[in-house]
Nanobody, 122 residues
Framework: QVQLVESRGGLVQAGGSLRLSCAASGSIFSINALNWYRQAPGKQRELVAAITNSGSTNYADSVKGRFTISRDNAKNTVYLQMNSLKPEDTAVYYC????????????????WGQGTQVTVSS
């Protein structure tokens, strides 16, 4: 079993910054992609940023130039640095990980964090 534990989000003013982290633990053999999603009230969950195990990154157009995803493979942790926050960034943020577990080296499982609320006030 694998657990993803996210850091606490928070309330920030527009233009402010916030850093989220998500640490994976458990029966991990390797972690391939690490991702951040978000879901605002009444909207579908959307991909915010992704990073492969080689460090390649991908961002939603709405956050390019403002958000930065990074990972620390030694700590099995992914980060999301959010700068120049806007009220429309308000959402519950979820991390996810594509994990090969020690119990089955031939399959990749997708795990999710519990979600953390980020609220940006205008």
């Amino acid at each position: 079993q694998v657990q993803l534990v996210e850091s606490r989000g928070g309330l920030v003013q527009a233009g402010g910054s916030l850093r989220l982290s998500c640490a994976a633990s458990g029966s991990i053999f390797s972690i391939n992609a690490l991702n951040w999603y978000r879901q605002a009230p009444g909207k579908q969950r959307e991909l915010v940023a992704a990073i492969t195990n080689s460090g390649s990154t991908n961002y939603a157009d709405s956050v390019k130039g403002r958000f930065t995803i990074s990972r620390d493979n030694a700590k099995n942790t992914v980060y999301l640095q959010m700068n120049s926050l806007k009220p429309e960034d308000t959402a519950v943020y979820y991390c996810s990980a594509n994990v090969v577990t020690t119990r089955n080296l031939h399959y990749e499982y997708l795990y999710w964090g519990q979600g953390t609320q980020v609220t940006v006030s205008s």
